[in-house]
Protein backbone atom coordinates (compact mmCIF):
# COMPACT_ATOMS: atom_id res chain seq x y z
CA UNK A 1 0.00 0.00 0.00
CA UNK A 2 1.21 3.41 -1.00
CA UNK A 3 1.88 5.47 2.33
CA UNK A 4 -0.11 9.05 1.87
CA UNK A 5 2.16 12.42 2.12
CA UNK A 6 0.37 15.39 3.04
CA UNK A 7 2.24 18.61 1.72
CA UNK A 8 2.05 20.54 5.08
CA UNK A 9 2.55 19.24 8.72
CA UNK A 10 -0.28 22.54 9.38
CA UNK A 11 -4.13 21.02 9.73
CA UNK A 12 -6.36 22.81 7.15
CA UNK A 13 -9.29 24.71 7.89
CA UNK A 14 -12.14 25.77 5.68
CA UNK A 15 -9.92 28.97 4.58
CA UNK A 16 -7.25 26.15 3.48
CA UNK A 17 -7.05 25.97 -0.56
CA UNK A 18 -6.71 23.20 -2.16
CA UNK A 19 -6.42 21.82 -5.78
CA UNK A 20 -5.92 18.43 -7.67
CA UNK A 21 -2.31 17.49 -7.56
CA UNK A 22 -1.81 15.81 -10.87
CA UNK A 23 1.67 14.74 -9.46
CA UNK A 24 0.03 13.03 -7.28
CA UNK A 25 -2.10 10.87 -10.34
CA UNK A 26 1.27 10.09 -11.24
CA UNK A 27 3.23 8.44 -8.35
CA UNK A 28 0.03 6.89 -7.25
CA UNK A 29 0.62 4.93 -10.86
CA UNK A 30 -3.22 5.96 -11.59
CA UNK A 31 -4.01 6.65 -15.20
CA UNK A 32 -5.59 9.58 -15.11
CA UNK A 33 -5.67 10.14 -18.94
CA UNK A 34 -8.03 7.58 -18.90
CA UNK A 35 -10.09 8.73 -16.38
CA UNK A 36 -9.79 12.63 -18.04
CA UNK A 37 -11.28 10.20 -21.13
CA UNK A 38 -13.84 9.09 -19.60
CA UNK A 39 -15.35 12.42 -18.82
CA UNK A 40 -14.94 14.04 -21.90
CA UNK A 41 -18.56 14.68 -23.50
CA UNK A 42 -19.75 12.51 -26.19
CA UNK A 43 -18.28 14.95 -29.11
CA UNK A 44 -15.00 15.55 -27.69
CA UNK A 45 -14.73 11.45 -26.80
CA UNK A 46 -14.84 11.17 -30.56
CA UNK A 47 -12.60 14.21 -31.91
CA UNK A 48 -9.56 13.56 -29.72
CA UNK A 49 -10.05 9.67 -29.77
CA UNK A 50 -6.67 10.16 -31.92
CA UNK A 51 -4.98 12.16 -29.22
CA UNK A 52 -1.88 11.05 -27.90
CA UNK A 53 -1.36 10.48 -24.74
CA UNK A 54 0.14 13.47 -22.69
CA UNK A 55 0.38 15.67 -25.95
CA UNK A 56 0.41 19.11 -24.58
CA UNK A 57 -1.77 21.96 -26.31
CA UNK A 58 -1.15 25.80 -24.81
CA UNK A 59 -3.77 27.01 -22.23
CA UNK A 60 -4.48 30.81 -21.28
CA UNK A 61 -5.64 31.29 -18.04
CA UNK A 62 -8.68 33.94 -18.33
CA UNK A 63 -7.92 35.46 -15.16
CA UNK A 64 -4.41 36.39 -15.22
CA UNK A 65 -3.84 36.10 -19.09
CA UNK A 66 -0.91 33.16 -18.53
CA UNK A 67 -0.32 30.81 -20.68
CA UNK A 68 0.48 27.57 -19.52
CA UNK A 69 1.06 23.97 -21.31
CA UNK A 70 -1.78 21.82 -20.47
CA UNK A 71 -2.79 18.01 -21.77
CA UNK A 72 -4.63 18.01 -24.41
CA UNK A 73 -7.55 16.28 -22.27
CA UNK A 74 -7.86 18.33 -19.92
CA UNK A 75 -7.42 21.52 -22.25
CA UNK A 76 -10.98 19.78 -23.74
CA UNK A 77 -11.99 19.46 -20.48
CA UNK A 78 -11.48 22.23 -19.17
CA UNK A 79 -12.54 24.47 -21.59
CA UNK A 80 -15.37 22.96 -22.89
CA UNK A 81 -17.35 19.48 -21.33
CA UNK A 82 -16.61 21.14 -17.83
CA UNK A 83 -18.78 23.80 -18.90
CA UNK A 84 -21.69 21.67 -19.82
CA UNK A 85 -24.69 22.38 -17.17
CA UNK A 86 -24.98 18.20 -16.35
CA UNK A 87 -21.64 18.11 -15.60
CA UNK A 88 -21.92 18.88 -11.94
CA UNK A 89 -25.05 18.29 -10.63
CA UNK A 90 -26.80 17.96 -7.05
CA UNK A 91 -26.49 14.25 -7.78
CA UNK A 92 -22.92 14.03 -7.97
CA UNK A 93 -20.83 12.49 -5.55
CA UNK A 94 -19.22 14.93 -3.17
CA UNK A 95 -15.36 13.86 -3.93
CA UNK A 96 -16.53 13.77 -7.65
CA UNK A 97 -18.14 16.84 -7.63
CA UNK A 98 -15.11 19.00 -6.11
CA UNK A 99 -12.91 17.21 -8.43
CA UNK A 100 -14.89 17.94 -11.95
CA UNK A 101 -15.38 21.67 -10.16
CA UNK A 102 -11.59 22.32 -9.88
CA UNK A 103 -11.95 21.35 -13.46
CA UNK A 104 -14.61 23.71 -14.66
CA UNK A 105 -12.52 26.31 -12.56
CA UNK A 106 -9.32 25.41 -14.61
CA UNK A 107 -7.80 24.10 -11.44
CA UNK A 108 -7.52 27.20 -9.33
CA UNK A 109 -7.30 26.91 -6.11
CA UNK A 110 -10.42 26.82 -3.59
CA UNK A 111 -11.12 27.13 0.04
CA UNK A 112 -14.04 24.61 1.10
CA UNK A 113 -15.70 27.95 1.81
CA UNK A 114 -15.40 27.84 -2.14
CA UNK A 115 -16.37 25.03 -2.97
CA UNK A 116 -19.57 25.02 -0.62
CA UNK A 117 -20.86 27.51 -1.77
CA UNK A 118 -20.33 26.50 -5.79
CA UNK A 119 -21.93 23.55 -4.47
CA UNK A 120 -24.44 24.24 -2.14
CA UNK A 121 -22.69 21.03 0.38
CA UNK A 122 -21.42 21.90 4.28
CA UNK A 123 -17.91 23.32 3.88
CA UNK A 124 -16.89 21.42 7.20
CA UNK A 125 -18.51 18.15 5.43
CA UNK A 126 -15.50 19.65 2.35
CA UNK A 127 -13.46 19.82 4.46
CA UNK A 128 -13.41 16.92 6.70
CA UNK A 129 -13.52 15.30 3.18
CA UNK A 130 -10.43 16.70 1.39
CA UNK A 131 -8.00 17.14 5.12
CA UNK A 132 -8.60 13.56 6.08
CA UNK A 133 -5.98 11.03 5.64
CA UNK A 134 -7.12 9.69 2.48
CA UNK A 135 -5.88 11.36 -0.66
CA UNK A 136 -9.27 11.47 -3.25
CA UNK A 137 -8.95 12.25 -7.04
CA UNK A 138 -5.81 13.98 -5.94
CA UNK A 139 -7.28 16.53 -4.33
CA UNK A 140 -5.13 17.94 -2.14
CA UNK A 141 -4.04 21.48 -0.21
CA UNK A 142 -2.10 23.84 -2.25
CA UNK A 143 1.38 24.01 -1.49
Not at 61 to 79: F, K, P, W
Not at 102 to 109: A, D, I, K, S
Amino acid sequence: MTEVKRPSLMKPTVRTNFQIDFEWWKESERDWHVYLRSLLCPAHQESLSNLEEGQLVDWVDENTAEVRQVDGIQHALMSHCARQPEFVTQQTALVEAVFRLFLVNGNQPMSAEDLSARLHRPANTILTTLAGPRVYKGLRPVQ
